[in-house]
């Protein structure tokens, strides 16, 4: 059962990767996978060294999992501000055609609900720590499957928000104001 979850834990870049190579056209949707690669390399390279921290572990990937909202709610002032500074054509353009899509706020309320585990869990490790409980039984028992499913939704959010992006972008093209 380990195995699936140290596949599921590297799979997650390989999905980003393959939703990048689907939309590679989208502009809007080539932003936001990549302003995800970055997030998600760092937490893959802070990973190895976090996980040895056992009490405050989970703390810290709430914090991380804070970090994935960049690329939804911050991605447009980003790519303004790259604009301003680089004079850059794709990011003006970025800016002009992004929205919010059904897939991101999705994406958003699972990476949530994965911050709402990691926080009980580092509750719950600290009250064990502190002989406040005797069984740190959601860490035992339940967050590493909850997360485990949180991963396979976000793998196919990803991949739908990739396959989808082109329609997306000509829908918005084609509404008139």
Known sequence: MDNIYNILDHIFPLVVFIGLLLSWKVATARWFLIS??????TSLLTMHLTIQWNTHYYIFESLVNLAFFIPIFYRRSLALMLYQKTGTKFYLYVYQKQTLSTQECT?????????IVNAITWLEVLAYKYYLIDNAFFKLY??????????VILCGCFLTYASTAKSKELNYENTEY
Do not use: F
């Open 36 to 41: 995800y690669v970055v997030v998600v390399t």
């Open 142 to 151: 339940l967050r590493d499957n909850i997360i485990l499913l949180i991963q």
């Open 107 to 115: 994406i958003a309320i699972v990476v949530a609900l994965s911050i």
